[in-house]
């Protein structure tokens, strides 16, 4: 099975990080894309520019960009290939932003959207993998917060704690929708190949939780304390709109994702970081 890497506004040091990291797999920039994606068994979308970063209006119109225009590319290429060269399945990013956020909501695939820009963002980013021509199975994946050792916000944390920093963000109240990026991976795995995934699932961990609780667990992972809060005003001083990632939450639940019988590794939130700590 050959696989081919579709790079979107790749800066020319990612492209040599990608070949080194990944021997063996094409590359190939935004002109290539179409020739690549025709004779495709299945095409997976997880385009889009970071969003924990400070929100300029320039940076929000290119987190908007970055996921709808490359979505869009996509699309285009799948629909303008012959019906027989067409790959049988796209499964497409989004984002659990789409929910809005609640600290008192449950969130689950048939919750209505939020009504804030991250909610907005998904919401384009959906209506846009949607005009894919029908007869290809489309696998809309909402995702969590990711954890892992080497990017996202673990690679943020653990430094911190390490060095007896470690605490909650604001209240510590606000809910942490989390998954493992072994069980991300492997629901992406299963959605390619079992025709039973279709249309919108979660990628969450069953059980999310309190942000002071992620915090409790990776200071015991850890051998560290948590014990050193980071007051909101500080993180909206930085991050100024973006911090809404972090001082609020929401609780989403991966109900289609269990309903199809997935079965997480990682179901608890302590179990995650043990194993991501001492990898």
Same mark, same amino acid.
């Given at each position: 099975?050959?696989?081919?890497? *579709? ?15 990944? %021997? ?15 004779? &495709? ?14 929100? &300029? ?32 399945? *796209? ?18 695939? *048939? &919750? ?141 639940? %991966? ?23 001492? &990898?």
């Amino acid at each position: 099975m050959s696989m081919h890497f *579709l790079c979107y506004h790749c800066l020319l040091e990612n492209l040599y990080f990608l070949a080194a990291a990944y %021997p063996g797999i094409e590359i190939a920039e935004e002109a290539q894309w179409a020739d690549l994606i025709q004779g &495709s068994t299945a095409v997976i979308n997880l385009a889009g520019n970071p969003i924990s970063t400070r929100w &300029s209006p320039e940076v929000k119109a290119e987190i908007m960009k970055s996921r709808v225009d490359a979505t869009s590319k996509v699309v285009e290429a799948i629909n303008a290939a012959p019906q027989e060269l067409r790959p049988s399945v *796209l499964v497409s990013a989004t984002a659990i932003g789409f929910y809005g956020t609640s600290e008192t909501q449950t969130f689950d695939e *048939l &919750s209505p959207s939020g009504a804030d820009y991250l909610s907005r963002v998904c919401r384009e980013w959906e209506s846009t993998a949607q005009k894919v021509d029908s007869d290809v199975r489309l696998v809309l994946v909402r995702i969590g917060i990711v954890l892992e050792s080497d990017g996202g916000a673990l690679a943020q944390m653990i430094p911190l704690f390490k060095l007896y920093a470690g605490g909650p963000i604001g209240s510590g109240k606000q809910w942490f929708s989390w998954v493992h990026r072994d069980d991300l991976v492997g629901l992406i795995m299963e959605a390619l190949k079992n025709s039973s995934y279709r249309g919108v699932i979660n990628g969450t961990a069953p059980n999310p939780v309190r942000f002071s609780e992620m915090c409790d667990q990776l200071g015991a992972a850890l051998g560290r304390p948590s014990w050193l809060p980071v007051p909101a005003f500080m993180l909206q001083a930085l991050l100024g709109e973006g911090a809404q990632l972090v001082v609020n939450g929401q609780r989403v639940i %991966p109900k289609k994702a269990l309903e199809l019988g997935f079965k997480f590794k990682y179901k608890y939130v302590s179990d995650a970081l043990k194993a991501i700590v001492s &990898s």
